[in-house]
């Protein structure tokens, strides 16, 4: 069992910067795959990051490549979203989750456990 809490959420200006954090419990961080989605108001939870469990491989959603980066460490058992030049259509809620497994996945059912959401707000 995995509990997730992020943090960093807000709001910042278009072209601002904000860094989340998720934070999760247990003895066992290093043996999940992490990531990060979003959900905007009144679409679908969409895929945004993936970090496998050394952190050797990333993969992003093409709407976050080159503005986003994805980052853990193990010993702080925290996963990190990092964003950058951030744009109105970043406006979402963004969860971490836990996949306990080795691969890297872009779908929701490919992760077992989910943190809370953290709003993040961009104004123009």
């Known amino acids: 069992q995995v509990q997730l809490v992020e943090s960093g959420g807000g709001l910042v200006q278009a072209g601002g910067s904000l860094r989340l954090s998720c934070a999760a419990s247990?003895?066992?961080?290093?043996?999940?795959?992490m990531g990060w989605f979003r959900q905007a108001p009144g679409k679908n939870r969409e895929f945004v990051a993936a970090?496998?469990?050394?952190?050797?491989?990333?993969y992003y959603a093409d709407s976050v490549k080159g503005r986003f980066t994805i980052a853990r460490d193990n010993a702080k058992n925290t996963v990190y979203l990092q964003m950058n030049s951030l744009k109105p259509e970043d406006t979402a809620v963004y969860y971490c989750?836990?996949?306990?497994?080795?691969?890297?996945?872009?779908?929701?059912?490919?992760?077992?456990?989910w943190g809370q959401g953290t709003q993040v707000t961009v104004s123009s």
């Open positions: 970090i496998n469990r050394s952190g050797g491989s990333i």
């Open positions: 989750a836990a996949g306990a497994h080795y691969y890297l996945t872009t779908t929701e059912d490919g992760y077992d456990y």
């Open positions: 247990g003895r066992t961080f290093s043996s999940y795959v």
